[in-house]
């Protein structure tokens, strides 16, 4: 489908609008009438853009990922790397996992997840690797890395971003099972990564 200029203001616009709503009253109380009044745009023009309040949120999501994808890749041998820049990444948008979090929409962003590592971890990394392991490596990180951004969210990012990824790095590399996982001393008093 491509998108025209007015499309992607109208978008945009009833993005905001919701958004902007969540931050007032709950998700479910949110019709789209109420959208499209604070977007200053009609109800036909929701509908030429989305069906439902929920596919503003996916769309959103969806650009987002898209955005990580183009500014973070995936390389296993610089996973610490990787993790503070993706953790770094959603930061910016904690005000916003927040309200998916109030509102029991996490499971949006768990499916964009999904399919973002989908596309980031697409073949094996070793020649050990049977192929037919992928889905499940994918499965593993998009899950590992969904509860932990948002237990830290939820914590109100009590890790500083360092912690959070030697904490994410410890899961993902085993170092929890091995009894050998400790935080770095030296990111401690480092509470804005």
């Not at 969540?22 to 109380?29: A, N, T, V």
Request: hydrophobic content about 35%.
């Amino acid at each position: 489908m491509g998108e025209n200029p007015i499309q992607i203001r109208s978008r945009n616009s009833l993005r905001k609008a919701l958004i902007s709503l969540m931050e007032e009253k709950p998700f479910d109380k949110i019709s789209i009438s109420d959208i499209a009044v604070r977007a200053e745009l009609s109800r036909q023009t929701f509908y030429t853009n989305f069906d439902t309040k929920e596919e503003i949120l996916e769309h959103f999501l969806r650009e987002i990922f898209n955005q990580c994808s183009r500014n973070m890749k995936f390389d296993s041998s610089r996973l610490m790397e990787f993790l503070r820049g993706y953790f770094g990444f959603w930061e910016t948008y904690a005000p916003f996992l927040r309200l998916l979090l109030e509102n029991n929409l996490s499971y949006l962003f768990l499916r964009q997840s999904r399919a973002y590592y989908q596309e980031v971890i697409v073949r094996p990394r070793s020649t050990y690797t049977d192929g037919r392991v992928i889905p499940y490596i994918q499965s593993y990180a998009a899950g590992v890395t969904y509860e932990l951004l948002i237990t830290w969210i939820r914590n109100n990012r009590d890790l500083n971003l360092n912690e959070i990824s030697e904490v994410a790095y410890g899961l993902l590399t085993g170092s929890f099972i091995r009894g050998d996982f400790k935080i770095n001393n030296s990111t401690r008093g480092d509470m804005n990564g």
